[in-house]
């Protein structure tokens, strides 16, 4: 059984930083994509950050820049720094493995998902 864990959410005022982190386990061979989505209140999932397992990393425009997407294979463990945080950054946000090379952000082709961890920012 596939377990994604995140943790690292919290209330910050606009132009703060916050480091999200996602503890993974239990899976026997690396998914393709170990990635970042959040969901706004009302709003459609959307992917954030895609690390391939070959260490391609790629970001949403409205995050380049300002986020940066990292694992440590050794501990099994994805990272998001983010840094520059506006109030539209507000969302749960997600990690997920699974993806495919072509559609990194598209969300059905995740197998596996985090329960989400809140971030929220205040202007």
């Known amino acids: 059984q596939v377990c994604l864990v995140e943790s690292g959410g919290c209330s910050v005022q606009a132009g703060g930083s916050l480091r999200l982190s996602c503890a993974a386990s239990?899976?026997?061979?690396?998914?393709?994509?170990l990635s970042w989505f959040r969901q706004a209140p009302g709003k459609e999932r959307e992917g954030v950050a895609a690390?391939?397992?070959?260490?391609?990393?790629t970001y949403a425009d409205s995050v380049k820049g300002r986020f940066t997407a990292s694992r440590d294979n050794a501990k099994n463990t994805l990272y998001l720094r983010m840094n520059s945080l506006k109030p539209e950054d507000t969302a749960m946000y997600y990690c997920a493995a699974g993806g495919s090379w072509v559609r990194p952000f598209y969300p059905e082709e995740y197998t596996y998902w985090g329960q989400g961890t809140q971030v929220t920012v205040s202007s």
């Open positions: 690390i391939h397992k070959t260490g391609f990393t």
């Open positions: 239990g899976y026997s061979s690396g998914p393709n994509y």
